[in-house]
């Protein structure tokens, strides 16, 4: 049954046209086209997620499916055929306000190689540790597919989903955007450097010094919740 406090909460409807915007906003950017990727993001003890198969452009406040974490559709519509990943990883990590998935074109590229992308360059370390983890294939909407992705994302806020596209986490859902542009430039960024030759890694310990270093680097150095 709708929740009557999302039909009437203002911070629910303000939640609603955010990720309305912020799935305009992947489209803008480029790292997601017509229908493909979908958003998910905790209100309280329950999450909202973007509708199944509607293109941003045509993506209402009001279309958002309210589900709790049984898997139960709390409202009318849809929701996402990821449901089930956006449902468990917010379950499994109380410190993730909003899951991003997107088949940006350079992320799923890699995903397409099945490649996990190591340390080649500081900002890795966005993604939460030295390493971006792929998982093999599963189909979409998949119970088999959460579950790589819950493992992928252990100790991440980033992961490739074989030879389908990406997540991103965060904790609210700026910060999971922000993670979600910033895996897909480092896509990039990796794909270019393999065309040149052998990117030369960072070492463990190289890494470990940025990831403590960005605990105090912007507005990380607010947020006592972060990954
Ligand atoms: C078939 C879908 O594109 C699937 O790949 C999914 O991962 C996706 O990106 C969009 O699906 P929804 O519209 O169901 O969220």
Redesign the pocket.
């Known amino acids: 049954m709708v929740s009557e406090r999302s039909a009437t909460n203002a911070q629910d409807q303000k939640l609603r046209s955010t990720m309305a915007e912020a799935a305009r906003r992947l489209v803008v950017l480029g790292l ?1 086209r017509g ?4 958003i998910g993001v905790r209100q309280g003890d329950s999450f909202l ?6 293109a941003a452009e045509d993506l209402l406040p009001h279309a958002m499916v309210e589900m709790d974490y049984s898997g139960a559709i709390l409202g009318p519509g ?6 089930r990943f956006h449902r468990d990883i917010l379950a499994a990590r109380p410190e993730v306000g909003a899951v991003v ?3 940006a074109c350079y992320a799923t590229s890699l995903a397409c190689l099945q490649l996990e992308i190591p340390a080649f360059h500081y900002m890795m370390a966005v993604a939460g540790g030295d390493t971006i983890r792929c998982t093999p294939y599963a189909i ?2 998949s119970q088999e597919l959460s579950d790589l992705a819950l493992q992928a994302l252990v100790d991440r806020k980033a992961c490739l ?1 074989g030879n ?2 990406m997540i991103a986490v965060g904790v609210d859902l700026g910060d999971a955007l922000a993670v979600a542009i910033e895996v897909e430039s480092l896509c990039e960024q990796y794909w270019a450097a393999l065309q040149l030759g052998q990117p030369k890694l960072l070492s463990g310990a190289q890494m470990q010094a940025v990831l403590e270093k960005f605990k105090g680097y912007g507005r990380a150095a607010t947020r006592t919740d972060s990954p």
């Open positions: 997601n229908a493909t990727g979908n997620v973007t509708p199944s198969g509607v849809k929701p996402s055929s990821e449901w998935h997107t088949h979409f909407g989903l389908h596209g």
